[in-house]
């Protein structure tokens, strides 16, 4: 997993408010709200931080530096996110 390479994908709006980010996807012109996405902190951090393309790795290394946590928590709470934003289309795995 540490090799793998993931970047945001295209065709979603997203806002943040507080600690949390919502990610909506939009078709054309119209949003689809029945498909909105909300991140929590964590989540948002990630996220914002796929502006380009990050190995699994280096995506740990800035979780651990952000939030002071241990490795092993950090890449828990990675794959998590990944295995859903992954399948639900907000990040690509390349």
Same mark, same amino acid.
Do not use: C, H, W
């Given at each position: 997993m540490r090799n793998k390479l993931y970047?945001?994908?295209t065709g979603f709006v997203e806002k943040t408010v507080g600690n949390e980010t919502v990610i909506i996807p939009i078709v054309g012109t119209v949003a %689809?709200?029945?498909k909105v996405f909300s991140?929590?902190?964590?989540?948002?951090f990630i996220y914002n931080n796929l502006t380009? &393309?990050?190995s699994a790795g280096e995506i740990i290394r800035l979780i651990i530096n952000e939030f002071e946590i241990?490795? %092993?928590t950090a890449e828990k709470d990675l794959e998590q996110f990944l295995n859903k934003a992954v399948a639900n289309g907000i990040i690509? &795995?390349?």
């Amino acid at each position: 997993m540490r090799n793998k390479l993931y970047k945001k994908q295209t065709g979603f709006v997203e806002k943040t408010v507080g600690n949390e980010t919502v990610i909506i996807p939009i078709v054309g012109t119209v949003a %689809q709200m029945e498909k909105v996405f909300s991140l929590n902190e964590i989540g948002s951090f990630i996220y914002n931080n796929l502006t380009s &393309e990050k190995s699994a790795g280096e995506i740990i290394r800035l979780i651990i530096n952000e939030f002071e946590i241990d490795e %092993q928590t950090a890449e828990k709470d990675l794959e998590q996110f990944l295995n859903k934003a992954v399948a639900n289309g907000i990040i690509g &795995e390349l």
